[in-house]
């Protein structure tokens, strides 16, 4: 297959606007000529110590500049990055390395424990920056096919698989969120989410491509962000929905100011309440839907529809294509539930070394997301749940985000989480998991009232269960598979 070769994405920046700020970082910035220069002499030093093009490398760094610096090295050698997730286990860790066929390891060095269980040489980025400094081999053109990185999917049943990530995936999935949200030169995309997670990779990418600055936070911080969206003149930021209500409670009764353009909304169906609230404040908010998969949003509201579509994901990205199917195959009717199927240039082309797993996930051209959506009568995406966590009771689907976002209106309730239990007659029923707000004496027959008055009986859930907070993985998307785990471990000790 052909594909079409381009300039190097950093070194063509770097040519085309050498004194654009590139990134933020505390109180710190850096040119896209001094992020060229700093990664030249990184590729020259990584070369040194064998890393070489077309090499699986994995990457296991934090949010740091130096990350940025690094992670462009590496595309400059034409080495593809396996971008690690910090929070992971080492044993998990070691497990996604050796899946890969990592011939070497960059890292953190308080992440050097994972060194003892890895037989590949492994250097942290101390020692990569005091390597000696060869000429490095740079790839002055890349082809839109070749593989850019290779992501983890958080692996909802049985072990994770390592989506392949190629430059042309990431194009297409900058070009599709400029041709959606616009672009002027006066953007600035704050990224306080991992930028070992594809929401931050990929603002990563629009960066460069885009000639945009980033300012780079090491975690998220609703203060901090405050603060920076108005002294740094942040246009977007990428959230997701724990993250947003932070921010909401944050600014209490005032304002972000006229430049800020939006929130980009992404990590699983929003809670109602939750954009209701933002609208009430006059928060611009665009929900988005997308994966690892697509290389980041794939579906997005566009502006003029955020008001009277709340709670819609949107139309796909310019390239890209939607259509929600039943289980017999056939296209669903407006407003009826089925599997999210996507395609376009954004989609990964399948799974590293997992040709049966792409097969069975691909259909001409097609990907099957797993997940559960509807499509209105205009064609905007409502999703509703992962397919995996689909409650079956008595017959009846039940979507856990739905029970969620009804939680999530009641006022003690900061947090909630819910799953199925296994169930005798019914074959399943909802449990909640609830994490109240801090003062808050909520009861759960006052919830069960709540929850008789704004759903269906047969969606209410049977049991509440209080904790003071819920698993959550590293883009803050809720774990509902381990909320499964504790229910069945509260039953065993009741």
Same mark, same amino acid.
């Given at each position: ?16 606007? =050498? ?16 992020? +060229?220069?700093?990664?030249?002499? &990184? ?25 940025v610096v690094i ?17 992971? &286990? ?39 920056? !005091?390597? &000696? ?43 599709? $969120? ?92 929003? =809670? ?39 709670? $819609? ?49 691909? $259909? ?7 997940d559960i959506g +509807? ?21 009846e689907n039940i +979507? =856990? ?23 005798? &007659?019914?074959?399943?029923? =909802? ?43 590293? !883009? ?19």
């Amino acid at each position: 297959m052909q594909f079409e070769t381009m300039p190097n994405f950093l070194k063509n920046r770097a040519f085309l606007t =050498p004194d654009r700020t590139a990134v933020y970082f505390n109180e710190m910035t850096m040119t896209f000529k001094e992020l +060229y220069d700093e990664a030249y002499h &990184t590729a020259g030093k990584l070369q040194g110590l064998g890393v070489l093009k077309d090499q699986y490398v994995g990457v296991l760094l934090k949010n740091h500049v130096d990350t940025v610096v690094i992670l462009f090295a590496l595309q400059l050698l034409g080495v593809k990055a396996v971008i690690l997730n910090n929070r992971l &286990t080492t044993k998990e860790l070691i497990w996604q390395l050796n899946d890969s066929r990592a011939t070497a390891l960059l890292l953190e060095t308080e992440f050097q424990e994972i060194k003892h269980g890895v037989d590949i040489p492994a250097f942290t980025k101390e020692q990569v920056f !005091a390597a &000696t400094l060869e000429r490095p081999f740079i790839q002055e053109e890349i082809n839109l096919g070749d593989v850019c990185t290779i992501m983890y999917t958080s692996g909802t049943t049985g072990h994770p698989k390592g989506v392949v990530q190629t430059f042309g995936n990431h194009w297409w999935s900058a070009a599709g $969120s400029a041709l959606n949200l616009g672009y002027t030169e006066n953007d600035r995309w704050l990224c306080s989410v991992p930028l070992f997670h594809i929401s931050g990779f990929s603002i990563l990418m629009r960066s460069v491509i885009y000639g945009m600055p980033i300012i780079l936070h090491e975690s998220f911080s609703a203060e901090k962000a405050i603060i920076d969206i108005k002294t740094k003149q942040v246009t977007i930021m990428s959230v997701v929905g724990t993250m947003l209500t932070r921010m909401v409670d944050t600014l209490k009764n005032s304002r972000l100011p006229v430049h800020f353009r939006c929130f980009l909304l992404g990590g699983g169906p929003a =809670p109602l309440p939750l954009l209701e609230a933002c609208l009430a404040k006059k928060l611009p908010v665009f929900q988005s839907y997308g994966m690892t998969e697509t290389s980041s949003q794939i579906v997005t509201l566009a502006p003029e529809y955020s008001m009277n579509k709340i709670g $819609s994901a949107g139309k796909p990205l310019f390239p890209s294509q939607l259509k929600v199917v039943l289980e017999n195959g056939e296209i669903a009717p407006a407003k009826e539930a089925g599997e999210i199927v996507v395609k376009g240039p954004n989609v990964t082309g399948g799974y590293l070394y997992r040709p049966e797993t792409t097969k069975e996930k691909f $259909s001409e051209g097609w990907l099957h997301t797993g997940d559960i959506g +509807y499509l209105d009568e205009e064609g905007f995406l409502y999703v509703l749940d992962r397919r995996s966590d689909l409650i079956i009771s008595g017959g009846e689907n039940i +979507y =856990p985000a739905e029970i969620e976002s009804v939680l999530l209106a009641y006022p003690d309730v900061a947090e909630a989480g819910v799953t199925g239990l296994k169930d005798d &007659t019914w074959g399943q029923v =909802p449990v909640a998991f609830i994490v109240l707000k801090e003062g808050a004496e909520a009861t759960e027959k006052q919830l069960q009232e709540h929850c008789l008055e704004n759903l269906a009986k047969y969606k209410v859930p049977k049991k509440f269960l209080f904790t003071e907070m819920l698993p959550r993985n590293a !883009a803050n998307k809720l774990l509902r598979r381990k909320l499964s785990k504790l229910v069945n471990e509260r039953r065993d000790n009741d």
